[in-house]
């Protein structure tokens, strides 16, 4: 169905709650590496998008390829194999367990993955400039520091997608720019997909492309940010 570039095709996807049109007969390509944000107000179908492509749940219509594949007829089990195969989560509220220490919330998603290895989980929190926080709990970090420790859990098993809901959501400039500069190194290191869903015209620049949904329908395609200037 896509071409080797293609990591994501969708064709004529819906999603409906009842008589509730979530989204609506969407058509989109992801290539390999693209970093897409997708923007709209309250209601679009911003979530509701990332959620089928991260395999959450399937859609009522349409085909969704990943790598090739049709996902959207496959049921809970398998989707959840694709998930811990293929995809990392970033959420606006971080989601890290309170009893847990960086690099134990980080081993979790390893644990999930495949194998916790307490190494490549320090690895990855160094990458994110978190080494000195290894054995922090949550509680003793600050709140972008535990979205750091968010990017480091999403990539540690190096997913070929990662999905972020409103990463910086719960941040002020500075640290909505640390995190969103370290993502953009991340990547030049180790190529990776992002779908970024964010309200914020500010960190869509980071984008190589914008989505506008309104409506549960993609009305506006651009590419780059939404505000000009540089990031």
Known sequence: MNT???????????????????????DLTVP??????????????????????????????????????????LGERDLAVYRRRNVGFIFQQHHLIPYLTAVEN??????????PDEREAIQALRGVGLEHRVRYL??????????????????VN?????????????????????????LKELREETPFTVVMVTHDPWVSQWGDRTLLLEDGRIVEERVGGIVGGSA
């Open 158 to 182: 190096q997913p070929a997608l990662l999905l972020a809901d409103e990463p910086t959501g719960s941040l002020d400039r500075e640290n909505a720019r640390v995190a969103l500069d370290m």
């Open 138 to 155: 949550p509680a003793q970090m600050s709140g972008g520091e535990q979205q750091r420790v968010g990017i480091a859990r999403a990539l």
């Open 106 to 115: 980080v081993m979790m998603a390893q644990y999930l993955h495949s194998m």
């Open 32 to 73: 390999r590496g693209e970093w897409l944000t997708v923007m709209g107000p309250s209601g679009s179908g911003k979530t509701t998008l990332l959620s089928i492509l991260g395999g959450l749940f399937p859609p009522t219509e349409g085909e969704v390829y990943f790598q090739g594949d049709d996902i959207a007829g």
């Open 4 to 26: 080797t570039d293609e990591l994501l095709v969708l064709r004529g996807v819906s999603k409906t709650y009842g008589e509730c049109g979530a989204l609506k007969s969407a």
